[in-house]
């Protein structure tokens, strides 16, 4: 069988390794909140690796965008999610079966979970075979599960639980309870006289009667009284229940390993839907970009920073959106503006749309043409470490050399405000090797910084800056436009720095 995952095309997992270590941009990005909330409610599944492992191919991506569309769709995502709602309910009750004690109470409780999963693979074939997938990855895993079901492994297990479970609804035994003592026996050939009984005492019946009914309580396991009765049972069935015990031992690996993965795999695509539509009912679009890994032209409308959406959510707060593009030989977007604008979220957006790309999945916009790059590298403040030795600026010399020296013309730096901690011609200069570095590697870049001089190095850069409402420069707009740096930004955020704002002048003064 050709098949083997509905997140890679092929049919080899000798290739794959997905990483179990988040990578370095996630924390700056805030990358890790857009997983912890696409996997919340499916630790189960283990997905974070999926998330961990960006893709280089573009045609990996293109498979896994078509797997995506297919899952999307009621006729296709109908069956699914209720397959993976029966293969957890499989769990659970294998989970149950394995804290039995009793082999008789467990073997019959196994052939529970077995028929779950068959009738669960069966009704999602039928499902996607109804829908006809038009994914060569559903496709691909339909055409498995038909050969699958219709092999003569799996109908025998099919054919042998119902023969065994047939055979259990045909024990009959009666109990014998005197004197503390239980004797089983086979069922006899006497009558069932409880409707005789009633008749006859129906005429001294005068009205309804309060119930005397006792309810016993059910639990799982069975007590060393149930487990004696069900022993002597089996010794008046001994041929139905030595087939019990043998078909537990010999359909103790039941499952197909690409079934499994499949219930695994398909979570990663769930997930996104789910989040997605989630952000629907926001009016908050999503589409899938167009990527390529050689095109740095790059561009997005109407799109937003993902993790900060979810939490504007949660606080009934609006969400802004922006547009950006990059044409010809622009790189890198050096980016402007007063404090708390918006700035530093373009930087992290610009970031997480293109590792969602990466991944196959959807990106936040009503449009994207993206990039797709080998890694991308992030350089934001950190707070100062006091068992750390080095200062500010060494820290942030070293991170930017360590970056530069592994980056590569397929690479996507973010720096966000560095430099910082030092006077501004020598941040001036700093900061210009630093960017002549990276239009040398012809590297893709976003700079957020309050130094204007870096947004006129050259043709590779392009100066946008975040906006203010006009009768109301205190006010953000969080929109980011293409604009020349107006030559105030550093100037104000020292003096935010310091709290000598006309407001705050204004305040202290009043």
């Not at 219709?150 to 054919?159: C, I, K, P």
């Amino acid at each position: 069988m050709g098949f083997f995952s509905i997140l890679h095309p092929g049919s080899s997992e000798a290739a794959i390794r997905y990483s179990e270590e988040q990578p370095g941009c996630f924390r700056d990005l805030n990358f890790d909140q857009i997983v912890a909330t696409l996997t919340a409610g499916r630790d189960a599944y283990e997905l974070k690796p999926f998330f961990q492992t960006p893709l280089h191919d573009p045609e990996v991506i293109a498979y896994r965008q078509a797997v995506m569309l297919d899952v999307r769709q009621e006729g296709i995502g109908a069956p699914i999610r209720a397959f993976a709602a029966e293969m957890n309910r499989m769990r659970e009750a294998s989970t149950s079966t394995g804290k039995l004690h009793y082999p008789y109470q467990k073997a019959r409780w196994f052939a529970d979970v077995v028929e779950i999963y068959f009738r669960a693979s069966q009704a999602l074939c039928d499902g996607l075979k109804a829908a006809n997938p038009a994914s060569s990855g559903i496709g691909g895993f339909l055409a498995y599960l038909q050969t699958l079901t219709t092999s003569e492994a799996f109908q025998a297990l099919v054919g042998e639980t119902q023969h065994l479970k047939e055979g259990l609804a045909s024990v009959r035994y009666d109990l014998l309870i005197h004197d503390g003592t239980i004797r089983v026996r086979d069922r006899g050939p006497e009558a069932d006289y409880t409707a005789d009984v009633e008749e006859t005492f129906r005429r001294f019946r005068v009205g309804d009667v309060a119930a005397m009914e006792f309810k016993f309580p059910d639990y799982a396991e069975m007590n060393h009284i149930e487990a004696g009765v069900l022993d002597r049972v089996a010794l008046l069935y001994p041929e139905v229940f030595a087939e019990l015990v043998s078909y537990a031992e010999r359909n103790a690996d039941f499952t197909d390993k690409r079934v499994l993965a499949f219930d695994r795999e398909v979570q990663f695509y769930l997930a996104a839907i789910d989040l997605v539509a989630r952000m629907a009912e926001a009016d908050l679009p999503f589409c899938f970009p167009e990527v390529s890994a050689t095109s740095k032209a790059v561009s997005c409308e109407g799109t937003f920073d993902l993790a900060l959406a979810a939490k504007l959510l949660k606080e009934k707060q609006p969400v802004v959106r922006n547009d950006f593009h990059l044409d010809g030989p622009e790189r890198i977007f050096i980016v402007s503006g007063p404090n708390q604008g918006g700035k530093t979220t373009f930087a992290r957006m610009f970031g997480q749309l293109h590792y969602l790309a990466s991944l196959g999945c959807p990106v936040p916009g009503t449009s994207a043409r993206l990039f797709l790059p080998d890694r991308i590298f992030t350089h934001f403040e950190r707070e100062e470490n006091i068992h750390d030795l080095r200062g500010k600026l060494q820290d942030d010399l070293v991170r930017i050399h360590d970056i530069l020296q592994a980056a590569t013309s397929r690479s996507i730096i973010i720096m966000n405000e560095i430099f910082t901690s030092t006077a501004l011609q020598d941040a001036i200069i700093l900061g210009r090797k630093v960017l002549e570095k990276v239009i040398d590697l012809d590297a893709l870049g976003v700079c957020v910084t309050f130094i204007d001089e870096l947004a006129m190095l050259g043709e590779q850069t392009v100066s946008v800056a975040s906006t203010v409402v006009p009768d109301d420069p205190a006010l953000r707009t969080y929109k980011i436009v293409r604009k020349p740096a107006d030559g105030r930004a550093y100037a104000i955020a020292i003096a935010e720095k310091h709290q000598l704002t006309y407001a705050d002048l204004k305040e202290r003064l009043a």
